[in-house]
Protein backbone atom coordinates (compact mmCIF):
# COMPACT_ATOMS: atom_id res chain seq x y z
CA UNK A 1 0.00 0.00 0.00
CA UNK A 2 1.15 3.30 -0.72
CA UNK A 3 2.34 5.18 2.39
CA UNK A 4 0.84 8.34 1.74
CA UNK A 5 -2.37 7.07 1.58
CA UNK A 6 -2.44 5.04 4.39
CA UNK A 7 -1.47 7.85 6.52
CA UNK A 8 -4.60 9.79 4.37
CA UNK A 9 -6.82 6.63 5.32
CA UNK A 10 -5.82 7.19 9.15
CA UNK A 11 -6.09 11.15 9.26
CA UNK A 12 -9.67 10.38 7.43
CA UNK A 13 -10.19 8.12 11.29
CA UNK A 14 -8.70 11.26 12.96
CA UNK A 15 -11.45 13.87 11.17
CA UNK A 16 -13.88 11.66 13.28
CA UNK A 17 -12.80 14.05 16.16
CA UNK A 18 -12.15 17.27 14.18
CA UNK A 19 -15.07 19.87 15.57
CA UNK A 20 -17.28 20.83 12.03
CA UNK A 21 -15.97 17.44 10.10
CA UNK A 22 -18.60 15.57 11.88
CA UNK A 23 -20.30 15.78 14.94
CA UNK A 24 -22.93 14.37 16.95
CA UNK A 25 -27.17 14.96 17.11
CA UNK A 26 -29.66 13.69 19.35
CA UNK A 27 -32.70 11.88 17.31
CA UNK A 28 -36.12 11.63 18.67
CA UNK A 29 -35.07 7.74 20.01
CA UNK A 30 -32.29 9.24 21.94
CA UNK A 31 -29.63 7.44 19.94
CA UNK A 32 -26.48 9.50 19.27
CA UNK A 33 -26.20 9.85 15.15
CA UNK A 34 -23.44 11.48 13.76
CA UNK A 35 -24.35 14.06 10.77
CA UNK A 36 -22.43 14.02 8.19
CA UNK A 37 -21.34 17.10 5.52
CA UNK A 38 -22.62 16.35 2.38
CA UNK A 39 -25.09 13.76 3.12
CA UNK A 40 -28.23 14.41 2.28
CA UNK A 41 -30.99 12.09 1.88
CA UNK A 42 -34.57 12.05 2.76
CA UNK A 43 -33.44 16.03 2.59
CA UNK A 44 -35.62 18.52 -0.14
CA UNK A 45 -32.01 19.58 -1.87
CA UNK A 46 -31.41 15.59 -3.50
CA UNK A 47 -32.26 15.17 -6.47
CA UNK A 48 -35.58 12.81 -7.89
CA UNK A 49 -35.33 9.28 -9.60
CA UNK A 50 -36.55 8.92 -12.57
CA UNK A 51 -36.87 5.05 -12.21
CA UNK A 52 -40.61 3.63 -11.79
CA UNK A 53 -41.88 1.47 -9.23
CA UNK A 54 -42.43 -1.06 -11.82
CA UNK A 55 -38.94 -0.77 -13.28
CA UNK A 56 -37.43 -1.05 -9.62
CA UNK A 57 -39.14 -4.24 -9.26
CA UNK A 58 -38.48 -5.22 -12.70
CA UNK A 59 -35.14 -4.84 -11.42
CA UNK A 60 -34.76 -6.42 -8.30
CA UNK A 61 -36.13 -9.79 -9.97
CA UNK A 62 -33.03 -9.71 -12.75
CA UNK A 63 -30.81 -9.62 -9.44
CA UNK A 64 -32.40 -11.98 -7.90
CA UNK A 65 -33.06 -9.80 -5.22
CA UNK A 66 -35.66 -11.59 -2.61
CA UNK A 67 -36.78 -10.04 0.83
CA UNK A 68 -34.04 -13.16 2.26
CA UNK A 69 -31.59 -10.28 1.22
CA UNK A 70 -33.10 -7.77 2.63
CA UNK A 71 -32.69 -9.59 5.89
CA UNK A 72 -29.06 -11.00 5.10
CA UNK A 73 -28.33 -7.54 4.50
CA UNK A 74 -29.61 -6.32 8.04
CA UNK A 75 -27.91 -9.13 9.60
CA UNK A 76 -24.55 -7.72 7.81
CA UNK A 77 -25.40 -4.49 9.04
CA UNK A 78 -24.75 -5.81 12.62
CA UNK A 79 -21.99 -8.06 11.54
CA UNK A 80 -20.28 -4.62 10.37
CA UNK A 81 -21.38 -1.94 12.56
CA UNK A 82 -17.87 -1.77 14.13
CA UNK A 83 -15.67 -2.76 11.35
CA UNK A 84 -16.41 -0.04 9.13
CA UNK A 85 -13.39 2.15 9.73
CA UNK A 86 -11.11 -1.31 9.10
CA UNK A 87 -13.48 -2.05 5.63
CA UNK A 88 -12.61 1.87 4.35
CA UNK A 89 -8.94 0.83 5.27
CA UNK A 90 -9.01 -2.10 2.59
CA UNK A 91 -11.05 0.30 -0.04
CA UNK A 92 -9.25 3.11 0.66
CA UNK A 93 -5.39 1.16 0.62
CA UNK A 94 -6.78 -0.16 -2.95
CA UNK A 95 -7.40 3.21 -4.49
CA UNK A 96 -3.97 4.30 -2.61
CA UNK A 97 -2.19 1.44 -4.58
CA UNK A 98 -4.29 2.70 -7.84
CA UNK A 99 -2.69 5.84 -9.64
CA UNK A 100 -5.56 5.70 -12.34
CA UNK A 101 -8.09 5.94 -9.27
CA UNK A 102 -5.96 8.20 -7.25
CA UNK A 103 -6.58 10.73 -9.87
CA UNK A 104 -9.81 11.36 -9.02
CA UNK A 105 -9.37 12.63 -5.75
CA UNK A 106 -6.44 14.28 -6.68
CA UNK A 107 -6.52 18.34 -7.42
CA UNK A 108 -5.45 20.14 -10.23
CA UNK A 109 -1.84 19.81 -9.14
CA UNK A 110 -2.25 16.11 -9.19
CA UNK A 111 -1.82 15.70 -5.36
CA UNK A 112 -4.39 13.74 -3.71
CA UNK A 113 -6.61 16.26 -1.95
CA UNK A 114 -7.07 14.94 1.69
CA UNK A 115 -9.71 17.34 2.65
CA UNK A 116 -11.59 16.02 0.03
CA UNK A 117 -10.40 12.25 0.73
CA UNK A 118 -11.95 12.48 4.07
CA UNK A 119 -15.24 14.07 3.09
CA UNK A 120 -15.52 11.14 1.05
CA UNK A 121 -14.76 9.12 3.48
CA UNK A 122 -17.06 9.42 6.08
CA UNK A 123 -20.01 9.47 2.95
CA UNK A 124 -18.79 5.79 2.13
CA UNK A 125 -18.97 4.52 5.28
CA UNK A 126 -22.37 6.44 5.88
CA UNK A 127 -23.09 4.39 2.26
CA UNK A 128 -22.25 0.77 3.69
CA UNK A 129 -24.89 1.58 7.06
CA UNK A 130 -27.42 2.68 4.03
CA UNK A 131 -27.08 -0.28 1.60
CA UNK A 132 -26.86 -3.12 5.04
CA UNK A 133 -30.00 -1.32 6.39
CA UNK A 134 -31.90 -2.06 2.92
CA UNK A 135 -34.47 0.11 3.55
CA UNK A 136 -34.52 0.68 -0.48
CA UNK A 137 -37.88 3.08 -0.27
CA UNK A 138 -38.24 5.98 -2.76
CA UNK A 139 -36.02 8.46 -0.58
CA UNK A 140 -33.54 5.78 -0.76
CA UNK A 141 -33.84 5.31 -4.68
CA UNK A 142 -33.93 9.66 -5.18
CA UNK A 143 -30.73 9.77 -3.04
CA UNK A 144 -28.90 6.94 -5.01
CA UNK A 145 -29.52 8.97 -8.57
CA UNK A 146 -28.29 12.09 -6.35
CA UNK A 147 -25.39 9.93 -5.46
CA UNK A 148 -24.99 8.91 -9.36
CA UNK A 149 -25.26 12.83 -10.12
CA UNK A 150 -22.33 13.52 -8.22
CA UNK A 151 -20.11 11.14 -9.58
CA UNK A 152 -21.18 12.86 -13.56
CA UNK A 153 -20.20 15.89 -14.90
CA UNK A 154 -22.94 17.69 -13.63
CA UNK A 155 -22.13 17.41 -9.92
CA UNK A 156 -18.86 16.09 -9.32
CA UNK A 157 -16.79 18.25 -7.08
CA UNK A 158 -19.81 20.38 -5.98
CA UNK A 159 -20.99 19.04 -2.57
CA UNK A 160 -17.15 19.27 -1.20
CA UNK A 161 -16.23 22.47 -3.50
CA UNK A 162 -13.14 21.05 -4.32
CA UNK A 163 -11.21 21.81 -7.70
CA UNK A 164 -10.38 17.81 -9.13
CA UNK A 165 -8.09 16.63 -11.67
CA UNK A 166 -11.45 15.18 -12.67
CA UNK A 167 -14.41 16.93 -13.88
CA UNK A 168 -16.39 13.09 -13.87
CA UNK A 169 -15.71 9.78 -12.38
CA UNK A 170 -15.75 7.50 -15.56
CA UNK A 171 -18.42 5.06 -15.21
CA UNK A 172 -16.43 1.68 -16.45
CA UNK A 173 -15.15 2.27 -12.95
CA UNK A 174 -18.63 2.50 -11.09
CA UNK A 175 -19.53 -0.80 -12.01
CA UNK A 176 -15.83 -2.04 -11.77
CA UNK A 177 -15.87 -1.31 -8.25
CA UNK A 178 -18.47 -4.32 -8.28
CA UNK A 179 -16.00 -6.85 -7.94
CA UNK A 180 -13.61 -5.36 -5.31
CA UNK A 181 -16.35 -4.03 -2.75
CA UNK A 182 -17.65 -7.47 -2.92
CA UNK A 183 -14.58 -9.87 -2.49
CA UNK A 184 -12.88 -7.68 0.07
CA UNK A 185 -16.17 -7.94 1.82
CA UNK A 186 -16.41 -11.39 2.62
CA UNK A 187 -13.75 -11.53 5.42
CA UNK A 188 -15.17 -8.97 7.50
CA UNK A 189 -18.47 -10.93 7.07
CA UNK A 190 -17.18 -13.88 8.85
CA UNK A 191 -15.32 -12.49 11.54
CA UNK A 192 -17.92 -12.44 13.96
CA UNK A 193 -18.78 -16.24 14.24
CA UNK A 194 -21.44 -16.63 12.03
CA UNK A 195 -22.10 -20.39 9.99
CA UNK A 196 -20.37 -20.68 6.50
CA UNK A 197 -23.76 -20.32 5.29
CA UNK A 198 -24.94 -17.48 6.95
CA UNK A 199 -21.90 -15.67 5.63
CA UNK A 200 -22.42 -16.87 1.81
CA UNK A 201 -25.81 -15.52 2.56
CA UNK A 202 -24.81 -12.18 3.72
CA UNK A 203 -22.11 -12.04 0.76
CA UNK A 204 -24.63 -12.85 -2.05
CA UNK A 205 -27.07 -10.27 -0.82
CA UNK A 206 -24.02 -7.61 -0.45
CA UNK A 207 -22.89 -8.60 -3.68
CA UNK A 208 -26.50 -8.19 -5.01
CA UNK A 209 -26.85 -4.19 -3.59
CA UNK A 210 -23.86 -3.35 -4.50
CA UNK A 211 -24.44 -4.20 -7.69
CA UNK A 212 -27.60 -2.41 -7.68
CA UNK A 213 -26.02 0.35 -6.30
CA UNK A 214 -23.88 0.63 -9.21
CA UNK A 215 -26.97 0.34 -11.71
CA UNK A 216 -28.71 3.34 -10.16
CA UNK A 217 -25.66 5.56 -10.26
CA UNK A 218 -25.08 4.67 -13.91
CA UNK A 219 -28.23 5.89 -14.70
CA UNK A 220 -27.75 9.91 -15.04
CA UNK A 221 -24.63 8.82 -17.26
CA UNK A 222 -27.38 7.02 -20.05
CA UNK A 223 -30.21 9.09 -22.59
CA UNK A 224 -33.19 8.32 -20.48
CA UNK A 225 -34.79 6.10 -23.10
CA UNK A 226 -31.66 3.65 -23.04
CA UNK A 227 -31.16 3.25 -19.30
CA UNK B 1 -40.28 -22.17 -15.37
CA UNK B 2 -42.78 -20.99 -18.08
CA UNK B 3 -43.95 -23.85 -20.51
CA UNK B 4 -43.30 -21.85 -23.62
CA UNK B 5 -40.15 -20.77 -22.55
CA UNK B 6 -39.08 -24.81 -21.64
CA UNK B 7 -40.01 -25.07 -25.18
CA UNK B 8 -38.15 -22.66 -26.91
CA UNK B 9 -35.50 -23.44 -25.06
CA UNK B 10 -35.36 -26.79 -26.38
CA UNK B 11 -36.16 -26.15 -29.82
CA UNK B 12 -33.01 -24.21 -29.35
CA UNK B 13 -31.30 -26.91 -28.92
CA UNK B 14 -32.49 -28.94 -31.94
CA UNK B 15 -31.29 -25.53 -34.20
CA UNK B 16 -28.25 -26.85 -33.90
CA UNK B 17 -29.41 -29.92 -36.18
CA UNK B 18 -30.65 -27.15 -38.70
CA UNK B 19 -29.30 -26.70 -41.94
CA UNK B 20 -28.60 -23.34 -42.45
CA UNK B 21 -29.00 -22.31 -39.18
CA UNK B 22 -25.43 -24.15 -37.59
CA UNK B 23 -23.15 -25.73 -39.74
CA UNK B 24 -19.52 -27.97 -39.53
CA UNK B 25 -16.39 -25.56 -41.23
CA UNK B 26 -13.24 -27.71 -41.62
CA UNK B 27 -10.60 -24.66 -39.85
CA UNK B 28 -6.44 -24.44 -40.74
CA UNK B 29 -5.94 -26.98 -37.84
CA UNK B 30 -8.39 -29.53 -39.00
CA UNK B 31 -11.08 -29.47 -35.76
CA UNK B 32 -14.50 -28.69 -37.05
CA UNK B 33 -15.73 -25.72 -35.64
CA UNK B 34 -19.26 -24.23 -35.77
CA UNK B 35 -19.87 -21.25 -37.74
CA UNK B 36 -23.05 -19.21 -35.86
CA UNK B 37 -24.57 -16.51 -38.24
CA UNK B 38 -24.02 -13.07 -36.78
CA UNK B 39 -21.01 -14.45 -35.28
CA UNK B 40 -18.64 -11.91 -36.19
CA UNK B 41 -15.74 -11.72 -34.23
CA UNK B 42 -12.29 -11.02 -36.09
CA UNK B 43 -13.54 -10.25 -39.10
CA UNK B 44 -13.75 -6.13 -41.04
CA UNK B 45 -17.46 -6.05 -40.40
CA UNK B 46 -16.89 -5.75 -36.43
CA UNK B 47 -16.55 -1.87 -35.26
CA UNK B 48 -13.58 -0.77 -33.59
CA UNK B 49 -13.40 -0.25 -29.71
CA UNK B 50 -12.36 2.95 -28.63
CA UNK B 51 -10.83 2.12 -25.27
CA UNK B 52 -7.16 2.31 -25.14
CA UNK B 53 -4.81 -0.58 -24.03
CA UNK B 54 -3.97 1.66 -20.93
CA UNK B 55 -7.46 2.26 -20.37
CA UNK B 56 -7.53 -1.55 -20.35
CA UNK B 57 -5.17 -2.37 -18.12
CA UNK B 58 -6.29 0.24 -15.35
CA UNK B 59 -9.77 -1.51 -16.04
CA UNK B 60 -8.50 -5.15 -15.36
CA UNK B 61 -6.64 -3.46 -12.10
CA UNK B 62 -9.58 -2.48 -11.32
CA UNK B 63 -11.52 -5.40 -11.46
CA UNK B 64 -8.73 -7.46 -9.84
CA UNK B 65 -8.10 -9.11 -12.67
CA UNK B 66 -4.43 -11.31 -12.96
CA UNK B 67 -3.22 -13.47 -15.29
CA UNK B 68 -4.37 -16.09 -12.41
CA UNK B 69 -7.66 -15.28 -13.47
CA UNK B 70 -6.91 -15.85 -16.86
CA UNK B 71 -5.31 -19.26 -15.80
CA UNK B 72 -8.52 -20.03 -13.83
CA UNK B 73 -10.76 -19.06 -16.80
CA UNK B 74 -8.92 -21.69 -19.11
CA UNK B 75 -9.72 -24.34 -16.59
CA UNK B 76 -13.07 -23.24 -16.03
CA UNK B 77 -13.30 -23.39 -20.48
CA UNK B 78 -12.38 -26.96 -19.92
CA UNK B 79 -14.52 -27.91 -17.09
CA UNK B 80 -17.77 -25.97 -18.89
CA UNK B 81 -16.87 -27.60 -22.67
CA UNK B 82 -19.70 -29.93 -22.42
CA UNK B 83 -22.22 -28.32 -20.17
CA UNK B 84 -22.99 -24.99 -22.33
CA UNK B 85 -25.97 -26.31 -23.49
CA UNK B 86 -27.51 -26.70 -19.54
CA UNK B 87 -25.98 -23.45 -18.42
CA UNK B 88 -27.65 -21.65 -21.63
CA UNK B 89 -31.05 -23.98 -19.93
CA UNK B 90 -30.81 -22.19 -16.89
CA UNK B 91 -30.10 -18.61 -18.22
CA UNK B 92 -33.26 -19.48 -21.20
CA UNK B 93 -35.04 -20.69 -18.14
CA UNK B 94 -34.66 -17.13 -15.91
CA UNK B 95 -34.65 -14.78 -18.96
CA UNK B 96 -38.47 -17.22 -19.80
CA UNK B 97 -39.52 -16.80 -16.50
CA UNK B 98 -39.55 -12.75 -16.43
CA UNK B 99 -41.63 -11.45 -18.37
CA UNK B 100 -40.28 -8.17 -18.42
CA UNK B 101 -36.79 -10.16 -19.78
CA UNK B 102 -39.00 -12.31 -22.43
CA UNK B 103 -40.07 -8.57 -24.08
CA UNK B 104 -36.59 -7.76 -25.44
CA UNK B 105 -36.93 -11.19 -27.64
CA UNK B 106 -40.71 -10.58 -28.37
CA UNK B 107 -42.07 -9.53 -31.78
CA UNK B 108 -44.20 -6.38 -32.45
CA UNK B 109 -47.11 -8.87 -31.03
CA UNK B 110 -45.86 -9.43 -28.26
CA UNK B 111 -44.74 -12.92 -28.80
CA UNK B 112 -41.46 -13.82 -28.16
CA UNK B 113 -39.55 -14.87 -31.52
CA UNK B 114 -38.11 -18.19 -31.43
CA UNK B 115 -35.77 -17.42 -34.22
CA UNK B 116 -34.59 -14.90 -32.91
CA UNK B 117 -33.91 -16.61 -29.37
CA UNK B 118 -32.41 -19.75 -30.94
CA UNK B 119 -30.37 -17.18 -32.93
CA UNK B 120 -29.00 -15.35 -29.86
CA UNK B 121 -28.84 -18.45 -27.68
CA UNK B 122 -25.69 -19.83 -30.64
CA UNK B 123 -23.90 -16.84 -30.03
CA UNK B 124 -24.35 -16.66 -25.84
CA UNK B 125 -22.57 -20.25 -26.13
CA UNK B 126 -20.14 -18.60 -27.99
CA UNK B 127 -19.70 -15.73 -25.74
CA UNK B 128 -19.76 -18.42 -22.93
CA UNK B 129 -16.53 -20.29 -25.28
CA UNK B 130 -14.99 -16.71 -25.82
CA UNK B 131 -15.01 -15.57 -22.43
CA UNK B 132 -13.36 -18.48 -20.52
CA UNK B 133 -10.58 -18.65 -23.79
CA UNK B 134 -9.56 -15.33 -22.13
CA UNK B 135 -7.78 -14.08 -25.44
CA UNK B 136 -8.47 -10.48 -24.30
CA UNK B 137 -6.64 -9.06 -27.29
CA UNK B 138 -7.66 -6.26 -29.85
CA UNK B 139 -10.07 -8.32 -31.62
CA UNK B 140 -11.70 -9.20 -28.46
CA UNK B 141 -12.10 -5.97 -27.14
CA UNK B 142 -13.44 -4.89 -31.04
CA UNK B 143 -15.81 -7.42 -30.22
CA UNK B 144 -16.81 -6.85 -27.23
CA UNK B 145 -17.94 -3.08 -28.35
CA UNK B 146 -19.75 -4.71 -31.58
CA UNK B 147 -21.71 -6.25 -29.06
CA UNK B 148 -22.33 -3.31 -26.70
CA UNK B 149 -23.96 -1.81 -30.00
CA UNK B 150 -25.86 -4.75 -30.89
CA UNK B 151 -27.57 -3.47 -27.52
CA UNK B 152 -27.90 -0.31 -28.35
CA UNK B 153 -30.57 1.51 -30.89
CA UNK B 154 -27.87 1.59 -33.14
CA UNK B 155 -27.58 -1.86 -33.87
CA UNK B 156 -30.36 -4.15 -32.19
CA UNK B 157 -32.16 -6.42 -34.15
CA UNK B 158 -29.97 -5.64 -37.12
CA UNK B 159 -28.12 -8.69 -37.36
CA UNK B 160 -31.09 -11.41 -36.90
CA UNK B 161 -33.39 -8.41 -39.34
CA UNK B 162 -35.93 -9.47 -36.68
CA UNK B 163 -38.59 -6.66 -35.53
CA UNK B 164 -38.55 -6.78 -31.83
CA UNK B 165 -41.05 -5.01 -29.21
CA UNK B 166 -37.84 -3.33 -27.98
CA UNK B 167 -35.49 -0.89 -30.12
CA UNK B 168 -33.22 -1.16 -27.42
CA UNK B 169 -31.97 -3.43 -24.08
CA UNK B 170 -32.12 -0.97 -21.37
CA UNK B 171 -28.34 -0.57 -20.33
CA UNK B 172 -29.48 -1.65 -16.59
CA UNK B 173 -30.19 -4.80 -17.39
CA UNK B 174 -26.75 -5.81 -19.27
CA UNK B 175 -25.11 -4.44 -15.64
CA UNK B 176 -27.89 -6.59 -13.45
CA UNK B 177 -26.80 -9.64 -15.48
CA UNK B 178 -23.79 -9.88 -13.42
CA UNK B 179 -25.50 -11.13 -10.41
CA UNK B 180 -27.60 -14.28 -12.25
CA UNK B 181 -24.92 -14.63 -15.12
CA UNK B 182 -22.32 -15.21 -11.75
CA UNK B 183 -24.58 -16.72 -9.02
CA UNK B 184 -25.89 -19.79 -11.55
CA UNK B 185 -22.42 -20.63 -12.81
CA UNK B 186 -21.08 -22.05 -9.69
CA UNK B 187 -22.43 -25.42 -9.67
CA UNK B 188 -21.23 -26.26 -13.14
CA UNK B 189 -18.44 -25.43 -12.63
CA UNK B 190 -18.00 -27.72 -9.36
CA UNK B 191 -19.26 -30.72 -11.22
CA UNK B 192 -16.05 -31.80 -12.60
CA UNK B 193 -14.24 -33.07 -9.69
CA UNK B 194 -12.35 -29.95 -8.60
CA UNK B 195 -11.52 -28.74 -5.60
CA UNK B 196 -13.05 -26.10 -3.67
CA UNK B 197 -10.43 -23.74 -3.68
CA UNK B 198 -10.14 -24.40 -7.66
CA UNK B 199 -13.71 -24.06 -8.43
CA UNK B 200 -13.76 -20.68 -6.01
CA UNK B 201 -10.82 -19.34 -8.38
CA UNK B 202 -12.55 -19.95 -11.27
CA UNK B 203 -16.03 -18.51 -10.01
CA UNK B 204 -14.51 -15.43 -8.82
CA UNK B 205 -12.35 -15.10 -12.44
CA UNK B 206 -16.04 -15.63 -14.21
CA UNK B 207 -17.14 -12.95 -11.87
CA UNK B 208 -14.40 -10.60 -12.92
CA UNK B 209 -14.62 -11.43 -16.47
CA UNK B 210 -18.65 -11.02 -16.63
CA UNK B 211 -18.52 -7.75 -14.90
CA UNK B 212 -15.46 -7.03 -17.48
CA UNK B 213 -17.72 -7.79 -20.19
CA UNK B 214 -20.84 -5.75 -18.93
CA UNK B 215 -18.56 -2.51 -18.36
CA UNK B 216 -17.39 -2.81 -22.33
CA UNK B 217 -21.06 -3.39 -23.55
CA UNK B 218 -22.17 -0.51 -21.66
CA UNK B 219 -19.56 1.20 -23.46
CA UNK B 220 -21.40 2.97 -26.28
CA UNK B 221 -24.45 3.97 -24.13
CA UNK B 222 -22.39 6.64 -22.72
CA UNK B 223 -21.14 9.81 -24.09
CA UNK B 224 -17.14 9.35 -24.85
CA UNK B 225 -15.57 11.36 -22.26
CA UNK B 226 -17.79 9.58 -19.46
CA UNK B 227 -17.22 6.13 -20.02
Known sequence: ??????????????????????????TDDGKARRAIPGYTMGTPVVARSPITD???????????FTNE??????????VLDDQIE???????GFVGANPHLVTYFSGKTGAPN???LNAVRLRFGQWIRDTTAANYDRAWLDYQYELGLRHTRLKKNKTDGVESASPVIHMRYLVAFIVPL?????????????????VEKMHQAWFKAVTLTAILW???YVPAGDF
Open 1 to 26: MNTRFRLLALSAVSALLLPGAVFSQA
Open 54 to 64: AEFEALKKTLL
Open 69 to 78: DVQALRMAAR
Open 86 to 92: PVLDVWY
Open 114 to 116: PAY
Open 182 to 198: TATMKPFLAKKGHSAED
Open 218 to 220: AQP
